[in-house]
Every structure is written in C-alpha cells, then in structure tokens.
C-alpha cells in the first residue's frame, strides 16, 4: 500500500504547492471547485458549509481517512527533501507522530496566552477551553506539540474523531485540544525530535514554511 501525503485547503486560505518526487500519493481535499493540479488528487469536499473555513479544514486533518503510512502536511508547507517518510518515520512507533513544540514550551497555558494575542483567534473562547481542562484534571506542564505535520500508520481512528470533536466544542487552535485528549484518553503521542522551523534556522530541512495566502 502507498502512502499518502495529504492537505486540507477550505475558504482559499492556501494555493497547492509543488512537491518533491516521492513514492506516495498526493491527495488535497477542498471546498474549491476550480482547484486543479497535475501532481496532487483534489477530492472536492465542502463539508460542514455552516462552519468557519479553519474548522472545516480540521475534519480531514484530525479525522485521518486513509489506511496505511500517511502524512498531513498544512496547506503551507512545501517538502524539499524527498526522504521525509523515512525520516520522520523514524519517530513513528505508536501510530501518531507530531513534532515537539517549536519553542519548546510544555503547558497549554502558555500557547492560549500567545495564541489570544493573534487575530485569527479574537472572539474565541481559549481561555475558558483552557479551564475546563485544567479542572477535569488535566496536569500542568503535561507537553505540548505542533500540529502542522502529522504522521500516522493508520490506527487511531476513533482518536481522530475524538480530537474533531474538541475543535466543534471549543475552538479550532487543535494545539489546544490535542494535549488535553492525549491525557484524557492515555494515548501515547510520538513526538519527533526535530526543529520544525529548521527552514529559519539554519538546520537540516525537510521543508519550508510558506506564507498562508489569508491570516484572518
């Protein structure tokens, strides 16, 4: 079975960028009807019409629905090395690896204090998220992971579905919800030792971070 490396563009927040040659699968899904590409599959889906276009970007994305080796990446990144499966697959030893955070913070607390400072979260309900966390018992300092890339082996279904239903609670800042529900359900995330943001400091690199074509 061929992996997939796969991406969610809803509400024309990112273009389709071109990707190294790996034996994989390229597969977007999209609210675009016009979206059109030689490398990637486009799978026309405009699900959840009613939701704001980054929560339904999150349904494919947390909801993984492919069997086998896959790789979310988000709609701003672009590969360069073409050995990113094998290298990151290093990682892989529970069916979900996720980068550590870039900047090595550990506790939710410190991501919604960041993320309320961002427009794209104005109005939204981090704080109070947060809270309720904190008191079914969610430890302090528990960890916590970025979510641009997502690597997975197939299993964990019900996790994803578990972790969509967060994002419809709360909010759709996944690197909120995703530390909570690792908790509470005791599931066992792979973290990836590496610099996600190696494209910025000089690291090895296995992709570049682009510009969103929106930051609303």
């Not at 069997?67 to 701003?76: N, Q, V, W």
């Given at each position: 079975?061929?992996?997939?490396?796969?991406?969610?563009?809803?509400?024309?927040?990112?273009?389709?960028?071109?990707?190294?040659?790996?034996?994989?699968?390229f597969?977007c899904?999209?609210?675009?009807?016009?979206?059109k590409s030689?490398?990637w599959?486009?799978?026309?889906?405009?699900?959840?019409?009613?939701l704001h276009?980054?929560?339904r970007?999150?349904?494919?994305?947390t909801?993984?629905?492919f069997?086998?080796?896959?790789?979310?990446?988000?709609?701003?990144i672009?590969i360069?090395?073409?050995?990113i499966?094998?290298?990151?697959g290093?990682?892989?030893?529970?069916?979900?690896?996720?980068?550590k955070?870039?900047?090595?913070r550990?506790c939710?607390s410190?991501?919604?204090?960041l993320?309320?400072q961002?427009?794209?979260?104005?109005?939204l309900?981090?704080?109070?998220?947060?809270?309720?966390?904190?008191?079914?018992?969610?430890?302090e300092?528990?960890?916590l992971?970025?979510?641009?890339?997502?690597l997975?082996d197939?299993?964990?279904?019900d996790?994803?579905?578990?972790?969509?239903?967060?994002?419809?609670?709360?909010t759709y800042?996944?690197?909120v919800s995703?530390?909570?529900l690792?908790?509470?359900?005791?599931?066992?995330?792979?973290?990836?030792?590496?610099?996600q943001?190696?494209?910025?400091?000089?690291?090895?690199v296995?992709?570049?971070?682009?510009?969103?074509?929106?930051?609303d």
């Open positions: 079975m061929r992996a997939v490396i796969y991406t969610t563009i809803y509400g024309n927040y990112d273009g389709l960028k071109e990707q190294p040659n790996i034996d994989a699968d597969v899904f999209t609210d675009n009807p016009d979206l030689d490398q599959q486009i799978r026309y889906e405009p699900i959840l019409q009613h276009p980054r929560l970007a999150k349904y494919f994305k909801i993984c629905p069997e086998g080796t896959s790789l979310f990446i988000d709609g701003s672009q360069i090395n073409p050995n499966l094998d290298e990151l290093r990682f892989l030893k529970n069916g979900f690896a996720v980068y955070h870039p900047s090595n550990d939710i410190s991501e919604v204090e993320s309320l961002m427009p794209k979260y104005q109005g309900p981090l704080q109070e998220q947060a809270d309720h966390y904190f008191s079914q018992g969610l430890p300092h528990f960890g992971w970025a979510c641009g890339l997502i997975r197939g299993s964990h279904t996790f994803g579905s578990k972790w969509m239903l967060e994002n419809m609670l709360w800042q996944d690197q995703l530390p909570y690792a908790w509470r359900e005791d599931f066992k995330i792979d973290t990836i030792e590496l610099d943001y190696a494209c910025f400091n000089g690291g090895s296995l992709f570049n971070i682009m510009g969103h074509n929106r930051n």
